[in-house]
């Protein structure tokens, strides 16, 4: 018949044994232990300063994950760009454009009312010589429903280099009817985050509603856009100015 210390040793061996390591165990695991307080002195801890360390390691945890998620939506980002870019090195022609790649047709839809169909299309051109450059295009047109009011509305249109690029360039258009005038508008703004971010963010802000979300840009970011506006007249021949 063993001892009661024989039996005591052994069961201190099992405790080791199990011993979840100290930068592994959670608030979860003190919760779960039928005697918190063996648990954290075999750990050679208070049970406070063992629950101190749990918490730490469940938010270092939450911290791992949330970087791992944002690691994969990067590469998947980067995958998905790398073999549009793949494909589509040398597009074709439309109208002044050269290498064209498609980006598609998207419904636009406010307040839960179809406005439109816009079309996007971006391309490149390489000019030659001494100062030879790469030029980059975006194409974009609106097929109007009734409900499209062309006066009250606003395009921002918002360039990076990917999703996750810490900055990203928006371009707004707007126009307002003056008479038998009609002014357009530019803006333009640079913006410190990335796209992601800065959608995430508007995003929570509309309850987790995307049909409630108008801008990805935060009152900052607009007044900047405000502040940098270009006016310019279309004429009948196609061409516009100033």
């Not at 918190?36 to 994950?65: G, P």
């Not at 980067?78 to 498609?102: R, S």
Request: glycine share 6%; aromatic share 10%; net charge negative.
């Amino acid at each position: 018949m063993k001892s009661f210390f024989a039996l005591a040793a052994l069961a201190v061996v099992a405790l080791a044994a199990d011993k979840i390591p100290i930068d592994d165990i959670s608030t979860a695991d003190i919760q779960a232990s039928e005697d918190s307080a063996a648990l954290a002195a075999s750990y050679e801890l208070s049970l406070q300063d063992l629950f101190k360390k749990a918490q730490a390691n469940d938010a270092r945890k939450v911290q791992e994950a949330e970087a791992k998620a944002l690691q994969e939506a990067k590469d998947a980002d980067a995958a998905e760009k790398a073999t549009v870019a793949d494909k589509n090195k040398e597009g074709k022609d439309f109208g002044g454009l050269t290498n064209v790649y498609d980006g598609g047709d998207f419904e636009i839809s406010t307040g839960g009312v179809k406005r439109g169909d816009l079309s996007i299309k971006t391309a490149w051109n390489l000019s030659t010589g001494v100062d030879a450059s790469t030029t980059l295009m975006l194409w974009w047109s609106l097929d109007p429903t009734a409900d499209y009011d062309a006066a009250g509305s606003k395009f921002q249109l918002m360039t990076a280099a990917d999703l996750y690029s810490p900055t990203f360039e928006t371009s707004q258009f707007s126009r307002a009817v003056f008479g038998a005038n009609t002014a357009q508008f530019y803006n333009y703004s640079i913006s410190s985050r990335s796209i992601a971010d800065a959608y995430t963010a508007a995003l929570t802000a509309a309850g987790g509603d995307e049909t409630k979300v108008n801008t990805i840009l935060n009152q900052a970011e607009e007044n900047d856009l405000a502040a940098n506006r270009f006016v310019f007249t279309l004429y009948a021949e196609g061409k516009f100015g100033a």
